[in-house]
């Protein structure tokens, strides 16, 4: 190299000739699809009409606050070029209402009135006085985060239609990254130990001098690929929409969902300006779709409410009588033995207890020890008056206690006089993600220096900001828990004027925070009659005919998938089976339900039935 220094001078010619320019921090620009229409003023006005149809259908008579706002929502999102995010999340649910799935667009996107009027969201941010900073303000570079839930089996077809819907569409990756015990096991198959000395060494179960030059090795470096990136898999919810072809970007690989996936994360994609879509599954919703199609199955003359008309459901009383009383077994998200406990300590009885049920319970409001003092002021007015006077008049709904993260917000807006675009830049550093960044170190003086202009005994200032930093990174969004109280209002509807039908959509749908057990028996005080899994009358799910609850033959323990389907196929075919004889000679060979030798088969009303419990 010495005798040929133009090598040296190629190679640093080559290397000054080469950039990489990811855009970093505020500066960075979204490579998300940028127009729905072909054109933001085409966007821009499509988007004015939305709001404008939805507001007679969410507002029987809008108020000029309502009007203002919407106007002054509009604005914001055409000056920061948002239009075509919330066009496309439209055209999504849009998409889901018409093939009947039902939805729950959740996160701080339900402080938006916009995305209310158009159908994304169904919590009402005037009702529950949400501020729509919380979502989007000037001080945002990144575009605003709808989190939209789906039924579990309804997802993927939506996933298919927004792959087919636009152009350019690609899942989101994620790394697994590689713990030291699997770092261990790995190196060990490299290295060609014998599977016990491995279980060894990744258990820890051996003596340091006991180990040959070979395990320490292993050991050895284990450490240093100990969090390093083990394989790419697929992110449990975001898609990326884009402007330009996925493959711009990165390559891609075909996971077993079977949509193109990009080879890297979302904090890669957010430092090059690619803002994922959160398309999500749950089951909460999965047993209320169920529960509407059982339901009118088995009682078509009931009368049964829209299940998108949840402002009556919140006025009735009997359904208030469920979460008062803490009868909310099988609800999404208030069914666990601490929220039901919690409801009823705090006697909830309408949809604001709810919401602030909701998020009382989280990490926030419990480590800070604030959790027993609400119930209290809740159940004591007397002792409310103990509450810091300037808190109480900020936040008079909670007692004066911060519950939610736009507490935050009220408090550093009306106790410190920060704008609420900079009140947002304090919450989201005290969830330590830019708690380093100027911007926050900024905000963060202006708060004491405005308490100290307006002042505030510097005991106080010092006391709401320690109050404020010990809770805003672990608490919850008020739109976050008010849509989750929509449908845990929708899910308390039909569990209590259609109980059966209700639990049998549970029981279908893998429960919830009990074993099976417990929901059988729910519904059989309720009023269900229960029988075992019966080869004449069950499906592979669970059936209700009536009040009889037959449990499905997927119930029994260790009965494999393709006999159960070649049971249905029998009976469906040929008819019932007259006799446990019948059964065995229809059903192909004995040979091939061997495991039924121990089942015990009995007489019921002159059909054959399995007598079993549940497994």
């Known amino acids: 190299l010495v005798d040929v220094p133009h090598i040296w001078e190629n190679t640093q010619r080559l290397m000054d000739s080469c950039t990489i320019a990811f855009g970093f921090g505020t500066e960075r620009i979204s490579q998300n699809q940028s127009l729905f229409l072909g054109s933001k003023q085409a966007d821009v006005v499509r988007l004015r009409e939305l709001s404008k149809e939805g507001l007679p259908r969410r507002y029987a008579h809008p108020s000029k606050q309502v009007r203002d706002r919407m106007l002054r929502e509009l604005k914001t999102i055409q000056d920061l070029d948002f239009t075509s995010y919330f066009l496309i999340n439209h055209d999504i649910v849009s998409y889901a209402r018409s093939k009947g799935y039902p939805y729950v667009g959740r996160g701080s996107g339900a402080n938006s009135l916009v995305a209310y009027l158009i159908g994304i969201t169904d919590v009402d941010p005037m009702e529950l006085d949400l501020y729509f900073e919380r979502f989007i303000n000037p001080f945002r ?12 089996w309804d997802r993927d077809d939506v996933t298919a239609y927004i792959f087919k ?3 350019h569409v690609a899942l989101l990756g994620t790394y697994n990254t590689f713990k030291y015990r699997a770092a261990v096991r790995e190196l060990g198959k490299v290295f060609g130990l014998p599977t016990e000395e491995i279980d060894k060494l990744s258990t820890g179960r051996y003596e340091q001098g006991s180990l040959d030059e070979l395990a320490r090795l292993v050991l050895k ?9 083990n394989y790419i898999s697929v992110h449990s919810s975001g898609i990326l929409i884009l402007d330009r072809s996925e493959h711009y970007y990165s390559a891609t690989t075909l996971p077993p969902k079977g949509f193109p996936t990009v080879q890297f994360d979302m904090i890669i994609a957010e430092d090059v300006g690619l803002f994922k879509f ?27 409410l829209d299940i998108k008309q949840v402002e009556a459901m919140k006025q009735d009383a009997n359904i208030n009588r469920l ?20 409801m009823k300590k705090l006697r909830t009885h309408d949809y604001l207890g709810l919401v602030a049920a909701s998020s009382v319970i989280r990490p926030g409001v419990s480590s800070s020890g604030m959790k027993d003092e609400y119930i209290r002021r809740e ?3 007397e002792r409310r008056k103990a509450a810091n006077p300037a808190l109480l008049e900020i936040m ?13 917000l009220k408090v550093a807006h009306l106790f410190a006089g920060l704008d609420l675009g900079e009140a947002d830049v304090l919450r989201r550093g005290m969830s330590g993600k830019f708690r380093s960044r100027e911007e926050f170190q900024a905000v963060k003086l202006k708060f004491f220096e405005n308490c100290k202009q307006r002042g505030h005994d510097a005991a106080l200032t010092q006391m709401v900001w320690e109050q404020i930093e010990s809770f805003a990174g672990y608490a919850f969004a008020k739109g976050h828990s008010a849509s989750y109280a929509v449908e845990s209002y929708q899910s308390l509807y039909l569990k209590c004027y259609f109980p059966l039908e ?18 059988v028996h729910e519904a059989k005080m309720r009023g269900g009659v229960i029988h075992p899994p019966c080869i004449n009358r069950s499906d592979h799910i669970n059936v209700i005919y009536g009040k009889h609850i037959y449990l499905g033959l997927g119930q029994l323990r260790s009965l494999e998938r393709l006999v159960i389907q070649r049971i249905l196929n029998e009976r469906q075919l040929h008819g019932k089976f007259r006799d446990f004889d019948d059964f065995i000679d229809r059903v192909d060979k004995p040979g091939k339900v061997t495991h039924l030798r121990r089942m015990k088969l009995t007489m019921a009303n002159g059909l054959p039935r399995f007598d079993l419990s549940v497994g």
Request: net charge negative; aromatic share 12%.
């Open 396 to 408: 008079p709904d909670t007692h004066g206690i911060m519950v939610y993260q736009e507490d935050v």
């Open 278 to 304: 959160d398309i999500l599954g749950q089951r909460g919703l999965a047993k209320i779709k169920e529960a509407v199609e059982v339901i009118k199955g088995n009682r078509p003359d009931a009368p049964l």
């Open 141 to 152: 570079a990144s575009p605003p985060d709808f989190d939209i839930d789906f039924s579990t």
């Open 165 to 167: 819907r636009f152009e």
């Open 323 to 342: 979460l008062s009383e803490g009868r909310a077994i099988g609800a999404y998200y208030v069914e666990s033995p601490a929220m039901r406990g919690l």
């Open 379 to 381: 159940r004591e007015p």
């Open 502 to 519: 209700f639990m049998v959509a549970v029981l279908n749908n893998g429960v919830g925070f009990y074993d099976t057990e417990l929901y």
């Open 221 to 229: 470096y284990a450490t240093y690929i100990h969090g390093m990136p």
